[in-house]
């Protein structure tokens, strides 16, 4: 089946701070979808991009399907973002297909 | 706004319970998902259904069995519970269709087998 990977593994920044978060993954794909895990467990939706660029407000989303990656982009970063991020992709073509998703990315911002 | 709600988020069973999770969703989707999350091994499919009474096994169904008798309710049945099936337990919804349509996930629910 389709891999997902996701780096760094974690990543701590200062508040204010910029930063870049990956996803690659093994095949093409129709889409693309990148949460974030809040401190209660629960998988918010950011971004829901299969090509192309994306903002809403400080995060912005790329993803490039041709070379199979993906890129969250967070800006003037606050205590707030911290949590786990993940990529999720079809884990295959039918309509049915489950979501398949990378490990996550363990972000910390520090007041 | 689509919600999917979870009938505990948290939860403390005893080995050998026969123990239930409830998931809700209010858009009328067709497919839906149970997951669940240790650390350092991320979201893994457990089971998930795309119509009533349709289910499919998922990456780890072993000791895990579900029931979809209408479409807004998906349960996952942990039918005698063991300390390794402690974990975080996420549910899922979408609606069917190519394109992959956008996922919406429960709160999740934290349980903790003694």
């Known amino acids: 089946g389709i891999q997902v990977e996701q780096s760094p593994p974690d990543l701590i920044l200062q508040e204010g701070a910029n930063s870049t978060l990956r996803c690659n993954f093994s095949?093409?794909?129709?889409?693309l979808q990148w949460f974030h895990q809040n401190p209660w467990g629960q998988l918010i939706n950011l971004f829901y991009i299969p090509s192309g660029t994306k903002q809403n407000g400080r995060l912005s989303a790329t993803t490039v399907a041709t070379e199979r990656y993906s890129l969250l982009y967070i800006s003037s970063s606050q205590t707030t973002d911290s949590g786990v991020y993940f990529c999720a992709v079809p884990g295959g073509a039918g309509a049915n297909s489950k979501l398949t998703f990378g490990k996550g990315i363990t972000l910390s911002v520090r007041p | 706004d689509v919600k999917v709600t979870q009938s505990s988020r948290y939860l403390v069973k005893r080995t050998g319970e026969k123990v239930f999770l409830e998931c809700v969703q209010d858009m009328d989707h067709e497919n839906m998902f149970w997951y669940r999350q240790d650390p350092g091994l991320g979201l893994r499919l457990i089971y998930f259904s795309y119509d009533v009474k349709m289910k499919e096994k998922g990456d780890i169904p072993e000791g895990y069995s579900v029931s979809r008798e209408k479409k807004e309710r998906f349960s996952l049945i942990l039918e005698s519970a063991s300390t390794n099936q402690t974990s975080m337990y996420l549910c899922?919804?979408?609606?069917?269709?190519?394109?992959?349509?956008?996922?919406?996930f429960g709160q999740g629910t934290r349980l903790t087998v003694v």
């Open positions: 095949d093409s794909v129709n889409n």
């Open positions: 899922a919804s979408r609606v069917m269709g190519g394109g992959f349509p956008e996922a919406f």
